[in-house]
């Protein structure tokens, strides 16, 4: 349960970098932070995110959907 709970924080926290990254672009004000670092955040957690799933069905924490047939 705290395998699915810390994988959707991190879902949140992406969209959260997402529209942050929205924000600073509308606004074009140069003494804030580039958008590019967001973005670039945004990546790593997507990257991230795959990997956990990925050990979280290897190793068995994670059980898929049986199929409907």
Do not use: E, H, W
């Not at 991190?10 to 670092?37: C, E, G, R």
Request: hydrophobic share 55%; glycine share 4%; proline share 7%.
């Amino acid at each position: 349960m705290i395998f699915k709970i810390v994988i959707v924080c991190m879902l949140a926290f992406m969209v959260y970098n997402l529209f942050k990254a929205l924000i600073l672009m509308n606004k074009n004000d140069p003494n804030q932070p580039s958008m590019t670092k967001f973005i670039g955040r945004r990546l790593y957690l997507s990257v991230a995110i795959v990997l956990l799933i990925l050990v979280g069905l290897l190793t068995g924490v994670i059980t898929p959907n049986p199929r409907p047939y």
